[in-house]
């Protein structure tokens, strides 16, 4: 996975509403990111013992979640090298 600069999603708006689609794909890239960074983090404290409250969900369905994203992530990598978009 390509290391993107740590945004916010709020980072993400101005580049979603561009009429560029290479904008808006960065935008897009952005966004999985950060939601996959954020899952992946959570899920290292579950691990540790220090999260803070208790899943609904089972482990299983997180780690299926994260995968589907890490894949996600890696089509949109593939895509930007293919369109010479640069993420």
Same mark, same amino acid.
């Given at each position: 996975? &390509?290391?993107?600069?740590?945004?916010?999603? *709020?980072?993400?708006?101005? /580049?979603?509403?561009? =009429?560029?689609? @290479?904008?808006? +794909?960065?935008?897009?890239? &952005?966004?999985?990111?950060?939601?996959?960074? *954020?899952?992946?983090?959570? /899920?290292?404290?579950? =691990?540790?013992? @220090?999260?803070? +409250?208790?899943?609904?969900?089972?482990?299983?369905?997180?780690?299926?979640?994260?995968?589907?994203?890490?894949?996600?992530?890696?089509?949109?990598?593939?895509?930007?090298?293919?369109?010479?978009?640069?993420?």
């Amino acid at each position: 996975m &390509a290391t993107y600069r740590q945004a916010e999603l *709020k980072d993400t708006v101005s /580049l979603m509403c561009s =009429d560029d689609y @290479k904008e808006r +794909f960065k935008a897009e890239y &952005a966004q999985v990111a950060v939601r996959y960074q *954020k899952l992946k983090a959570m /899920l290292d404290k579950w =691990d540790t013992g @220090k999260l803070n +409250f208790t899943p609904t969900c089972p482990r299983g369905v997180y780690n299926f979640q994260i995968r589907a994203m890490a894949d996600y992530i890696a089509s949109l990598e593939a895509r930007a090298a293919i369109e010479d978009i640069e993420l």
